[in-house]
C-alpha cells in the first residue's frame, strides 16, 4: 500500500529538512504513547521520519514511492521484528525506538537509562480480533494463530548450540554497545548502539545455535490460546502479556494486543451493559395488557406488558442484559416496543372498534 510520507508528517514534499525534523518532533510530541497518544499515528510518524529525515532515503522515495521501504522491498532495512499475522489482517511493528531514542532520548526522556539488554526485550503484536454478538457477550475461550518470533527450542534461548562455551564478544569486546557514526539531520553524529553480535549481552558463544543462528528466536506459526472475558465491546483492545514475539537472547517476549470487533447480531444491539431488543406488540395487548415472550441471550423469556403501552416505548428488564465486565452483576433487558395497527379488519373487529369509540 503507497503511503505518502509527506502528508504524515504534515509537510510539503519541497519541505526542508529542517522543516521535516520540525514536523517530526512536533508530531511526534503530540502522539507520543507515552504522553496518552495514539500508537499507531506515532508508528506512522516515526515511520515517515526514518524515511524523510535521511536525505539519501528521503530521494529514493521521491523516486519510488513507499514500496521501496516495505519489507522485502529493494531498500529494506531488515527492521522486521515479529513477522506476520494469519487470519485477522496486518499488524505493523516498524517502530524504531532505538533510533528515536538516539536522537530524541533526551526530549522524551526514554533514552538514557535503557540498557542494551533492554532492547532485546521482543516487540508487541497487535492483531484484530473478530468476535459474534455472543461470544463478546458471554466470554469466550478462542486458540488465535499467530505468525510470530518464538523462543527458539535447540538452544532454550540463549543463543548458544548446546555444549558451547561463552567467550566476551570481539566485536564490542565485552562491553555490549559500540561506538557508530551516522548522518543526521542534525549533522554527523556519534551514537552508542546496541552491538548486533550480542545484542548487548557483552559475551557470545564459541558456536553459535545452528537451529536459530545465535538470536535465540525464530519465526513460527504459534497458537496463543486467549480467554476474551464476559461483556467486551467492539473497540476496546485486550493486551495478552507476554505473547508478544519472543525476546532476543532469552529476554522477555513482548505483548500481544488484540483490538476487538464485535459482529453485528440480527436482533440484538447493546447500550452500554444493556441489551437492546425489538418487539412487536398486536394492538389489542397494547390497549389491554398481558404477556409476551422475548428473545433474551438466554433464551425466551416471559415479560409484563402494561395496559396502555404506546410504540416507542421501552420496558427494562433488570439484571437481564450483558455482564459488567468490571464489576459483578448484568445490565438491563431494554424492550423497544412498538405497537402494531391491524391493517385489515374482520366485520366483526371493526363493529367492536367502532364501539369502543363511540364510548
Ligand atoms: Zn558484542
Ligand atoms: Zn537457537
Known amino acids: 500500500m503507497a503511503k505518502d510520507f509527506y502528508k504524515t508528517l504534515g509537510v510539503a514534499r519541497d519541505a526542508s529538512q529542517d522543516d521535516i525534523k520540525k514536523a ?33 532515503k528521503r530521494a529514493q522515495y521521491d523516486q519510488y514511492g513507499s ?3 516495505d519489507p ?43 540498557r542494551g539488554q533492554q532492547r532485546a526485550q521482543g516487540e508487541n503484536i497487535e492483531a484484530d480480533l473478530s468476535l459474534t454478538f455472543e461470544e463478546a457477550a458471554r466470554g469466550v475461550d478462542r486458540d488465535v ?23 566476551t564478544c570481539e566485536t564490542c569486546k565485552g562491553a555490549g554497545q559500540i561506538a557508530q557514526t551516522q548522518r543526521t539531520v542534525f549533522g554527523v553524529m556519534q551514537t552508542q548502539r546496541v552491538c548486533p553480535e550480542c545484542h548487548g549481552q557483552g559475551k557470545s558463544f564459541t558456536k ?12 513460527e506459526r504459534a497458537h496463543v490460546r486467549i480467554s476474551v472475558p464476559a461483556g467486551i465491546e467492539s473497540g476496546e483492545t485486550l493486551r495478552v502479556s507476554g505473547e508478544g514475539a519472543a525476546g532476543l537472547h532469552g529476554a522477555p517476549a513482548g505483548d500481544l494486543y488484540l483490538h476487538i470487533r464485535v459482529k453485528p447480531h440480527p436482533h440484538f444491539t447493546r447500550d452500554g451493559d444493556d ?41 427494562r428488564v433488570r439484571g437481564k442484559g ?20 391491524p391493517k385489515k ?14 364510548s
Open 275 to 315: 441489551l437492546v431488543v425489538k418487539k412487536d406488540i398486536g394492538f389489542t395487548t397494547a390497549a389491554l395488557g398481558g404477556e409476551m415472550a422475548v428473545e433474551t441471550l438466554d433464551g425466551k423469556m416471559t415479560v409484563d406488558v402494561p395496559a396502555g403501552i404506546q410504540s416507542g416505548q421501552v420496558l
Open 145 to 167: 494463530e499467530l505468525y510470530k518470533m518464538v523462543r527458539c527450542s535447540h538452544c532454550s534461548g540463549g543463543g548458544g548450540e548446546p555444549g558451547a562455551e561463552k567467550k
Open 72 to 114: 522485502g522491498g529493494p531498500f529494506s532495512a531488515g527492521q522486521q521484528g515479529g513477522g506476520g499475522f494469519g487470519g485477522f489482517g496486518g499488524f505493523q511493528q516498524n517502530i524504531n525506538m532505538e533510533d528515536l531514542g538516539d536522537l530524541f532520548g533526551d526530549v522524551f526522556g526514554f533514552g538514557g537509562g535503557r
Open 345 to 358: 379488519l374482520s366485520k366483526e373487529q371493526r363493529r367492536l372498534l367502532e364501539e369502543l369509540e363511540l
Open 322 to 341: 450483558l455482564v459488567h465486565p468490571r464489576r459483578s452483576g448484568k445490565g438491563d433487558l431494554l424492550v423497544e416496543i412498538t405497537v402494531l395497527t
Open 24 to 56: 517530526f518532533r512536533t508530531q511526534a510530541h503530540k502522539h507520543h504513547p507515552d504522553k496518552g497518544g495514539e500508537e499507531a499515528a506515532f508508528k506512522e510518524i516515526n515511520e515517515a521520519y526514518q524515511v524523510l529525515g535521511d536525505e539519501k
Open 208 to 219: 553459535r545455535c545452528s537451529v536459530c543462528t545465535g538470536t535465540g528466536v525464530h519465526k
Open 67 to 69: 514500496a521501496a521501504f
